[in-house]
């Protein structure tokens, strides 16, 4: 299994970016798929997750409104498409996949991890 993310890069605060994440080696349908980050010398954090058909979202509430999940299963990827970003989005985020569902905020249950794609805001 693997899971491939790319799409970031450095930005102005206020710009924004798409990151995507493609995955093989499994039946990606079958996969709630979330996104975490994880800032210089600080914890792993949740940002958001979609279910399995994309009918639903969840996000972290320092990202509601700025910060949209989809996915499309017949290409077998997930995006993260981030509007309006601040220098504290500034991390390495990463894309996941959880075969139970039950993962959702909780990183350590997530199946499949990404390599993680950088993001720099500036100010």
């Known amino acids: 299994v693997q899971l491939q993310a790319s799409g970031g890069g450095l930005v102005q605060a206020g710009g924004s970016l798409r990151l995507a994440c493609v995955a093989s080696?499994?039946?990606?349908?079958?996969?709630?798929l979330g996104w975490f980050r994880q800032a210089p010398g600080k914890e792993r954090e949740f940002v958001a997750y979609i279910s399995w058909s994309g009918n639903s979202a969840v996000y972290t509430d320092s990202v509601k409104g700025r910060f949209t999940i989809s996915r499309d299963n017949a290409k077998n990827t997930v995006y993260l498409q981030m509007s309006n970003l601040k220098p504290e989005d500034t991390a390495v985020y990463s894309c996941?996949?959880?075969?139970?569902?039950?993962?959702?905020?909780?990183?350590?249950?997530?199946?499949?991890w990404g390599q993680g794609t950088q993001v720099t805001v500036s100010s």
């Open positions: 996941a996949a959880d075969r139970s569902g039950i993962g959702r905020h909780t990183a350590k249950l997530y199946n499949f």
């Open positions: 080696g499994l039946q990606f349908n079958d996969y709630v």
